[in-house]
């Protein structure tokens, strides 16, 4: 049996999901049109239509390919109503997926450097998560992800700007993050924003060991003291035994995409997924979407891409289940409803 039906009832939890990164190609055009955003149809034909776009959207070369795209599309987001639209429609889609807690990142940095306000976007996802809680029951966190193509002095600023506007105090953010483009930017150079993190007593993750080799994933581990890491596959396939020993005592919950990796490049197909390795290692991780607009699925999808390559039984996706509910960021009551 395919195990499918089971996998959609499967109460789950999400954990590497930009917001920006489930802009579905039909509500980036009606948001274009809105608010008179020109796409840059004249130079790349793909955003002729939302169907063009979709069909460019399987070709991805790598990361900054895709990156290319995802900063485009999210451009059309401008006020309150289009933020709370994006995160209301994801925790929409999330929910009829059985996603019972989702910790979800967005780029504020992507919005401000075209003049929209970090008070702007926290309202309208605060506004969405709360309507999204009363709709589905579903329990959602925020972390505020830092961009590495821009210098540390400008994630500095919007941490500390984050800090004193009082979204980690009142609860608002749950956490810090750095995505973007990976391989030319080491672990290394964020320690002093890893630091400030620690010092103010937050939690920590950051995208590491997805086009970047092993030495990343363990310098974010050594260096940064990060508590989780968002993808780290490159520590399954290619990471040596001592670094996958490693993640496994520490319980460092490793936020997995495979249809993401597929899409980048970043591995052959579903079969190169390393799942039987961090199975057998017993690491913790999840299975999650990254950019479900974008790769072709929401987490649903990725599960059973999963089931139908490795064909899982039951009890190893309970393990699996079980896993990412203690790899949560949730509280210690909300936790054990959801196990
Ligand atoms: N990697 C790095 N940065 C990103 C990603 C990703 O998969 N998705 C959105 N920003
Ligand atoms: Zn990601």
Redesign the pocket.
């Known amino acids: 049996t395919s195990l499918h039906t089971f996998l959609a009832a499967l109460p789950k939890v999400e954990h590497h999901m ?1 917001l ?2 489930s802009l579905e190609p039909e509500l980036l055009f009606k948001l274009a049109a809105k608010n008179g955003i020109t796409l840059p149809v004249s130079t790349d034909p793909a955003f002729a239509s939302a169907e063009s776009l979709r069909k460019r959207y399987e070709n991805f070369q790598n ?1 900054d390919d ?2 290319s795209y ?1 900063y485009i599309g999210m451009s059309v987001l401008i006020d309150e109503t289009d933020f709370e639209a994006l995160a209301y429609a994801y925790f929409t889609k999330a929910s009829s997926q059985n996603v019972r807690h989702a910790e979800v ?1 967005f ?1 504020p940095q992507a919005h401000s450097r075209r003049g929209v306000e970090l008070s702007t976007i926290i309202k309208a996802f605060r506004r969405a998560q709360e309507k999204a809680a009363h709709d589905f029951g579903i329990t959602t966190q925020l972390i505020m ?1 830092l961009l590495r193509h821009l210098p540390l002095s400008e994630a500095m600023e919007t941490f500390s700007q984050a800090r004193n506007e009082g979204y980690y105090d009142d609860g608002t953010l749950a956490a810090v993050g750095m ?4 391989s030319p930017f080491p672990p290394f150079m964020w320690k002093e924003l890893y630091d400030a993190a620690k010092e103010f007593g937050i939690r920590r993750t950051i ?1 590491a060991g ?1 086009e970047g080799p092993p030495l990343y994933v363990a310098q974010a581990l050594e260096l940064l003291g990060v508590e989780r890491i ?2 780290g596959v490159r520590a399954l396939t290619e990471g040596d035994d001592a670094l996958v020993a490693r993640l496994a005592s520490s319980k460092t919950l490793l936020t997995l ?1 495979p249809l ?1 990796n597929v899409r ?1 490049n970043c591995i052959n197909s579903i079969s190169s997924f390393p799942l039987r390795r961090l199975m057998d290692a017993g690491i913790r991780f999840s299975i999650n979407s ?2 479900p607009a974008y790769f072709g699925g929401y987490i649903l999808e990725n599960y059973c891409a999963l089931q139908d390559e490795f064909n899982l039984d039951i009890g190893d996706w309970e393990t699996i289940t079980r896993g990412a509910v203690l790899g949560s960021w949730c509280s210690e009551e909300r936790k054990a409803q959801l196990l």
């Not at 995505?179 to 990976?182: G, H, L, T, V, Y």
């Open positions: 930009h920006e990164g990361l895709f990156l995802y990142f780029d992800c995505d973007s483009s990976e995208h997805e968002d993808h995409c993401s980048l990254d950019d």
